[in-house]
């Protein structure tokens, strides 16, 4: 290939950075309905349900994108969803538990 390729840009996401719903259902290309569901199934949590233009920390970005890995690829329902995605998150948990329990030692 001959030429000059473009440089890559992003933006860098953390606890401080906020998305609306539709940055989240752009960055996840789902559209807004789907997001609205996971809010409402209690997956992923707005910072106040009663504002008009919900705000999401960037930190639910990738929950968001595997909660609909788990309803498309595995063809779960958004309760199915929510246990499997509480059942990762505990055992998350308890992986970082067990791990400063080792280094105690």
Do not use: K
């Not at 473009?6 to 940055?23: K, N, Q």
């Not at 809010?39 to 929950?63: C, H, K, Y």
């Not at 958004?78 to 280094?103: M, T």
């Amino acid at each position: 290939m001959t030429g000059q390729q473009e440089p890559l840009s992003g933006i860098i996401l953390d606890e401080t950075t906020t998305l609306t719903l539709d940055d989240l259902s752009g960055a996840c290309r789902v559209e807004r309905d789907a997001i609205v569901a996971l809010v409402e199934e209690g997956i992923v949590e707005p910072f106040d349900l009663e504002t008009a233009e919900w705000q999401f920390v960037a930190s639910q970005l990738p929950r968001v994108r595997a909660a609909m890995h788990l309803y498309h690829d595995l063809e779960l329902n958004l309760a199915g969803v929510a246990l499997a995605l509480e059942l990762l998150d505990e055992v998350s948990e308890l992986r970082s538990r067990l791990r400063q329990f080792e280094s105690s030692f």
